[in-house]
């Protein structure tokens, strides 16, 4: 739908964000069952241009994880791929995109930002927090390794009065890291992520070079 045409109406946007080195089911699955738990529109899935937490790490250029997160999406009527934050210069942090969220969308647009429970946990500790929990609701879903728990009790200990939505979700213990780890040694990463993105990263020889890299660090 035309977020925010109807103004008798209220919309719910749902905002994915991350590295998305490769996309894969976890962050799917994540975002699915969010949009079915708190009845979202639809949820924009927004690469990271220049992720303000891994500069000191080598990240694939933004336009084949831009490509990818189309790949991955395509087929789902209530997801879109956003270029939001590749578009932009320098660091890009959740702050400054809710911001622009909200001053393009309408007041009946209400905006859910959804994180694993390892994302959600940082969440205190990133710039303008008590801005940040005036911009939006935030969607805590449940992830393999990360406790929950360690996320609320963070989030309360901060003081900050962020309205979090706790989700639980079919656990799967899936990350890019391992995926791209996978890739390097010669693995199988079927089943991992879709058929279209493994083709993506073979045909374009994605994540080969790390093993390279290692071996050069040591
Ligand atoms: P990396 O291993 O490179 O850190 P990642 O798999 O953690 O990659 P990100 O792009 O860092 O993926 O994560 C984007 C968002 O998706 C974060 O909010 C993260 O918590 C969430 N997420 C990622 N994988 C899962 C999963 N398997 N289950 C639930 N949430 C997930
Ligand atoms: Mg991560």
Redesign the pocket.
């Known amino acids: 739908p035309e977020m925010g045409a109807d103004p008798e109406r209220e919309y719910r946007l749902g905002i994915m964000g991350g ?1 998305f080195d490769p996309i894969h089911y976890g962050h799917l699955v994540t975002a699915e069952q969010a949009r079915e738990a708190l009845a979202l529109d639809l949820v924009l899935f927004m690469p990271a241009g220049k992720p303000a937490f891994k500069q000191d790490l080598d990240v694939t250029d933004a336009e084949d994880r831009y490509a990818m997160t189309v790949l991955a999406t395509a087929a789902n009527t209530a997801f879109d791929a956003s270029r939001f934050e590749i578009d932009r210069e320098g660091v890009t942090y959740t702050i400054d995109t809710l911001r622009a969220l909200r001053e393009h969308y309408p007041a009946n647009v209400k905006l859910f930002f959804i994180t694993g429970a ?2 959600v946990a940082d969440l205190v500790t990133w710039h303008d927090a008590s801005e940040m929990a005036e911009l939006a609701t935030f969607i805590a879903a449940t992830r393999p390794g990360y406790d929950i728990d360690t996320a609320r009790s963070r989030i309360s200990a901060s003081g900050v009065p962020f309205d979090v939505r706790y989700i639980e979700i079919p656990a799967l213990a899936i ?2 890291s391992n995926i791209r780890e996978r890739v390097s040694r010669g693995k199988s990463v079927r089943y991992l992520t879709s058929e279209s993105v493994i083709g993506y990263i073979r045909k374009n020889g994605l994540y080969n070079r790390h093993v390279v890299e290692r071996v050069d660090g040591v």
Do not use: I
């Open positions: 590295t390892d994302a990350s890019s």
